[in-house]
């Protein structure tokens, strides 16, 4: 694997049930991302989209193929060599944040911060995401925007190399929604992480990196975007 190319997915497969009502979701994927990239993956419901990201996730096991990340093969771990990848290399990103009610702002991102061995500094996430005012407010005190901005300084203070993010912005109002998108932007400027990212909202791919869409659980499109649109910009 060169140097560039932090994310090979080959052949992959992935599928449901068994007999006659055996579902394969996933027909033999096979892409590559490069480190940083902000990679956006498009998709009807059913298309494979969310298996494809729980895969990454070595959140399921795949039925074939292999998924390298920095190298390591994931499908080839073992259960307990899985819980120390996804505590390295991954911060989850979801639509409905699942932050813990009963902790502050600062304290849910504490909580991951714990489960790293080259955390970011709480104080300068909550000052890089608009939250140092709010760190004291519980998840029910603040907004949608700033629950999202919440959950992502939760998964980026483990300075993950790859961010997972699941329909980021679909709770949030058109406003929010792009002040999430321009926040992403800089962290991924910032820090350097590379991101797949679920979504609906095709206007997303012009401040993308790579492009992809997946169909009946095959990949229809693998483009890279060499004209990136700043997220401030997007129309949709």
Not at 20 to 36: D, I, P, Q, T, W
Not at 49 to 71: R, Y
Not at 90 to 111: M, S
Request: a negative charge; glycine letters at 10%.
């Amino acid at each position: 694997m060169s140097d560039q190319v932090y994310l090979r997915v080959d052949a992959l497969r992935k599928s449901y049930g068994s007999g006659g009502a055996r579902l394969e979701v996933l027909k033999g994927v096979s892409v590559e991302v490069e480190r940083g990239e902000v990679c956006v993956l498009f998709g009807p419901s059913g298309s494979g989209k969310s298996t494809f990201l729980n895969l990454l996730g070595g959140l399921e096991p795949a039925d074939s193929g292999s998924i390298a990340v920095a190298g390591q093969d994931i499908c080839q771990l073992s259960g307990r060599q899985l819980v120390e990848y996804r505590r390295r290399e991954l911060g989850f990103i979801f639509q409905f944040y699942n932050l813990v009610p009963d902790l502050t702002v600062r304290e849910n991102i504490e909580v991951c911060r714990q489960l790293s061995k080259n955390p970011l500094p709480v104080d300068e996430l909550l000052h890089s995401l608009g939250l140092w005012d709010h760190r004291g407010k519980f998840p029910n005190q603040i907004s949608g925007g700033q629950q999202q901005r919440c959950s992502i300084g939760r998964a980026l203070v483990k300075n993950p190399g790859l961010l997972l993010c699941d329909e980021p912005t679909g709770a949030l109002d058109y406003k929010t929604s792009k002040e999430i998108l321009e926040l992403m932007e800089e962290v991924n400027r910032k820090f350097g992480c590379t991101m797949v990212i679920v979504t609906h909202n095709d206007a997303i791919r012009h401040m993308s990196h790579h492009i992809l869409r997946l169909r009946d659980g095959e990949l229809v499109e693998d483009e890279r975007n060499e004209h990136l649109v700043p997220a401030s910009e997007l129309e949709w």
